[in-house]
């Protein structure tokens, strides 16, 4: 036999190879393609053909949907690595003067007597948020809501630059500045000792969220429950701060490549 | 006869020292993660270690032992001198050129994405370009073996080829058509975005791309393991292969199954059909024919050397065997590990099953007891049979081989079986550290000690391994005569041509290829809008 017989269904190899292939890829395929599909229960086909197409993986759009509108406002504040990045000296000082209006209840260097938030050091780009969302009414509140309804939008930058110029109150728990032991960073399985990380789940570094250091908890409440309350209902209406604490150019030209 | 020993000896060497090294950081691996070490400050080093250790196992070290026996096979089976030794060099040195630059960045910690690339994640191109080369070098034995049977069969019209060089062909036809899914992933998807040139990337699609290449592979690693099996055991154990037709057919199947069957990798995946992913697992369960034709036609042929040595009884035959033949006793550690790596893949293999294994920590014991057990304890086996031909010297301490293979043996048994073990326990895989603290995990963390302990048992036996075979080029020169393959109990006369010679099969191969893969891979393809945003390794966030 020569190896162009090979080829051949007179060549016995040739004919049973192949057919038994193609016996066991068509068996295979019907099952798979069409017994296994209706053998499924809780999916309804409407023909054979809806079947091969699930079994074979084609993804079906999902119908055209408008989002739902928002119940209330939403914010419309945009933040950007270059918005209350670096202020200038006169920001601040500008900031400093308006601030007079603040001192009342957030004390004159922000740091709160009469149970209102301490501001002093807090992120510009909290107070710059907050401040605009009081303006539009995405946020509300009895005494806020007039403070903010007649500021520019420099004002509110100069006010946010100049209370995350003043220095904040020093930290509630302190990190001891000792070198710490290898037993809190490693952990130690086999004494059942977890890592420090696998402990804390919050990864470590700034967070882009609001300082609550020395926050009253009336007020810590009420903001959480401002943004976990609107985050639940769907709307997300205090949005989402886009804050970058560190090399925030660098965080916008990344996600703009991407 | 040997002619070009250097060339083949290169091969050895070069895989057996990047294997010594992989190994090392293989059992780093184990200890580290293990409740015995303590938690990485740094889990990039543990991707980088696992990068190494999986490019260098997967790609470099199985790779060059083919490449190596396949030359030796192409000689010594054929009767002729190498035909092209010069393009065959050019392979070698791609290969170690390949090596070298793959492993830089990978050592830098600038490609640590696993041996499997895992798309989105993108590492340095030099990674990704190193592994090409070290493909591009294998390519070159693939058609130098091609180049080299066409030689001979123009020398021998009619001549029934020899059954290990058939098989060695038809190993290397299924490694240039395996290869082809993760080229075409590396080339078409991952390297335009390594470079720079695109920002985004199909990951579905580079999966089902890779599971094309990343099961066969597996087929492609095991045959100088079964070419081992048929050729070399009986003949060094004093037996003849019981049937060369069977043998013939076991290498065919393994042609023309091995490959439409990768899907089973992408069981957990959604962009792939469950009508394939069906298909697929049938397929795979074809596999076990040749599997389980091997295994009785080599048992077979045991027999029948057991009973020329004067065996008696239905089972009284085993203790004739030469158990003291390092071959015979890697033989038999290996189709114990076979068997029980092979049932576990059943259950990969399984639609069914797999989902309560899938990516957990039982994959990594299945592919290491079928791979690092089944397959290179072979490995070993025929360096130990081919080294004395090669270096013109004979090993003198054959207890140390004994001991060498045992440890191999035993540590691949406590590193794979709780591996298993805690896989069904449900610990997921490719994690740098366990919190063995925490009262879920607790229970697992004293199998994950017998598997580290295993690890370093494998090790030993490693580094015993790369002793011998120094010793070996130190001991006194004999003369082991020509390199022999076993002869058959009916040695043929004459093949069918359909058994001589590939054409047939390779057509079979890429035939069911195109249907078992042709529509998922279209769809993917021209399905807009499915690329994610690539995740470079080492950028900063």
């Known amino acids: 036999m020569s190896e162009r017989e090979l080829f051949s269904f007179r060549n016995p190899y040739f004919s049973v190879s192949v057919g038994v292939t193609l016996a066991i890829l068509v068996l295979t395929v019907i099952a798979g393609f069409l017994v296994l599909p209706y053998a499924q229960t809780g999916i309804k086909f409407t023909n054979a053909w809806d079947a091969i197409c699930s079994a074979a993986g084609l993804p079906r759009r999902a119908a055209p949907a408008t989002p739902p509108a928002p119940a209330g406002r939403t914010s419309e504040v945009v933040l950007t690595s270059s918005t209350v990045s670096r202020p200038s000296q006169e920001s601040i000082g500008r900031g400093a003067t308006l601030a007079q209006r603040c001192a009342i209840c957030h004390g004159p260097t922000g740091i709160s007597r009469a149970d209102s938030p301490n501001l002093a050091g807090q992120y510009a780009a909290v107070i710059y948020k907050q401040l605009l969302d009081f303006r539009s009414g995405a946020r509300t509140n009895a005494t806020m809501s007039p403070f903010a309804a007649n500021l520019s939008d420099q004002d509110v930058a100069d006010i946010a630059a100049y209370y995350a110029y003043l220095p904040r109150l020093p930290a509630y728990h302190p990190e001891p500045q000792l070198p710490k032991p290898h037993v809190v960073i490693y952990g130690a399985p086999m004494r059942g000792i977890a890592p420090r990380r696998a402990i804390r789940s919050v990864p470590e570094g700034p967070t882009p969220r609001v300082r609550l250091g020395r926050t009253p908890q009336r007020h810590q409440r009420a903001d959480a429950q401002h943004r976990a309350g609107a985050d639940a209902a769907g709307d997300r209406r205090s949005g989402r701060i886009l804050r970058f604490p560190t090399g925030g150019s660098r965080q916008i030209g990344r996600l703009k490549r991407t | ?174 490694w240039a058509w395996t290869a082809v899914g993760a080229a075409l992933e590396l080339l078409l998807q991952i390297l335009p975005v390594a470079l720079g040139l695109k920002s985004t990337i199909d990951a579905g699609l580079a999966r089902v791309l890779f599971s094309w290449t990343l099961h066969a592979i597996v087929y492609f690693w095991l045959m100088p393991t079964y070419i081992a ?234 580094i015993l391994f790369i002793v011998i075979l120094a010793r070996g080029a130190r001991a006194p020169a004999a003369d082991a005569g020509a390199y022999r393959f076993s002869r058959a109990v009916h040695q043929p006369a004459t093949v069918a041509v359909a058994l001589n010679s590939h054409a047939l099969w390779v057509a079979l191969m890429i035939g069911l290829t195109v249907t078992n893969y042709g529509y998922p891979i279209l769809a993917l393809t021209l399905d807009q809008g499915t690329s994610v945003p690539a995740v470079y390794v080492g950028a900063q966030r």
């Open chain 2, 1 to 174: 006869v040997l002619v070009n020993k250097k060339l083949i000896l290169a091969h050895f060497w070069l895989a057996f020292a990047v294997f010594a090294l992989a190994l090392v950081l293989g059992a780093w691996q184990m200890f580290i993660r293990s409740p015995l070490g303590d938690w990485l400050s740094d889990p990039e080093l543990y991707y980088r270690s696992l990068t190494a250790h999986g490019t260098v196992m997967g790609y470099v070290f199985p790779t060059l032992v083919a490449m190596g026996f396949g030359y030796a096979i192409s000689e010594s089976a054929l009767g002729q001198p190498l035909v092209g030794a010069r393009w065959a060099w050019t392979g070698f040195w791609l290969i170690v050129v390949g090596a070298i630059t793959a492993m830089i960045p990978v050592a830098l910690g600038r490609a640590s994405v696993l041996y499997t690339f895992y798309p989105p994640l993108i590492g340095s191109p030099f990674y990704y370009i190193g592994v090409v080369l070290v493909v591009v070098g294998s390519w070159i034995w693939v058609a130098l073996m091609s180049v080299n049977l066409r030689v001979w069969k123009q020398a021998h019209p009619g001549e029934p080829v020899p059954l290990a060089m058939f098989a060695n062909v038809a190993g290397s036809y299924l």
């Open chain 2, 229 to 462: 099996y048929y050729t070399v055991v009986p003949r060094a154990i004093g037996g003849r292969v019981y049937s060369d037709s069977m043998a013939r057919i076991s290498f065919i199947l393994f042609l023309v199954v091995a490959m439409p069957i990768g899907i089973h990798h992408t069981f957990g995946d959604p962009q792939v059909g469950a009508g394939f992913k069906f298909v697929h697992s049938t397929f795979t369960a074809l596999v076990t024919l040749p599997t389980l034709l091997t295994v009785f036609t080599i048992c077979a042929s045991v027999e029948i050397a057991a009973r020329l040595r004067g065996g008696r009884g239905p089972f009284g035959w085993v203790t004739a065997l030469p158990w003291d033949n390092p071959v015979m006793l890697a033989f038999a550690f290996s189709f114990v590990m076979l068997g029980f790596g092979g049932a576990g893949g059943i259950i990969n293999m399984s639609y069914q099953l797999d989902a309560s294994i899938h990516n957990t920590q039982w994959i990594t014991g299945h592919f290491h007891l079928i791979f690092g057990g089944a397959i290179v304890i072979m490995y070993f086996a025929i360096a130990y049979d081919l080294w004395p031909h090669l270096t013109g010297r004979a090993f003198s301490d054959l207890r140390l081989i004994r001991t060498q293979l045992w440890l191999w043996f035993v540590g691949m048994i406590v590193t794979t079986f709780p591996w298993h073990w805690v896989g069904i326990l449900g610990m997921p895989r490719r994690m740098a550290y366990f919190d063995f603290a925490d009262p879920a995990l607790a229970p697992q963390a004293l199998s994950i000690i017998f598997s580290a302990i295993g690890g370093f048992v494998l090790l030993t036996s490693g």
